[in-house]
């Protein structure tokens, strides 16, 4: 294999691995059929138009509508962004963050994992930073956050299937 200068540590698209090295070293995956993505990459913000762009292409591959396409990557991305941010104390030595998406017949669900501990954001009145979870969950249908001392989880859940009851988050007005 070819060694590459880009930080991505392992990509599989539809069962095909493309392993590109972080500093020589592969990361080892396997994933089962062609209803799932999943990246593995250096926690950095260089890494996200990337990984944005990736996911679009793949998300257009499996016939999601592309409202709903335009949730899940925003989504996405704000969880990877709050990976880097949060994650990893140390900005000398990043970390990796993992990307997961599975595509199921009613529902798609996007998993971003960092190995870091939790630094929380330093508060500023002025800002207009801290809304990424709170964007997130109005995004999808159902969130899951899961810390531990080993790093975070978060898992969200974006219907394809309309409900009577609640718009199509695709389909909300915002």
Excluded: C
Aim: zero cysteines; glycine letters at 4%.
């Amino acid at each position: 294999m070819q060694q590459t200068s880009e930080p991505f540590v392992n990509v599989n698209i539809a069962g095909f691995v493309s392993e590109l090295h972080l500093l020589g070293h592969p990361a080892p995956v396997s994933y089962p059929d062609q209803s799932h993505l999943a990246a593995t990459v250096l926690a950095h913000r260089e890494q996200l138009p990337r990984l944005r762009d990736r996911m679009r292409r793949w998300l257009t591959r499996q016939d999601i509508p592309a409202p709903l396409r335009a949730d899940i990557v925003l989504a996405a991305d704000e969880a990877l962004a709050n990976s880097v941010e949060h994650a990893y104390r140390l900005p000398a030595e990043p970390g990796t963050m993992d990307l997961d998406i599975v595509v199921h017949p009613d529902f798609v669900s996007v998993s971003v994992i960092d190995h870091g501990s939790w630094k929380p954001a330093t508060p500023d009145p002025a800002s207009n930073r801290g809304r990424g979870l709170r964007l997130i969950r109005a995004l999808a249908r159902h969130v899951d956050v899961r810390p531990t001392p080993h790093g975070t989880t978060l898992t969200a859940y974006f219907s394809r299937i309309p409900t009577p009851q609640a718009p199509h988050p695709a389909q909300r007005p915002y």
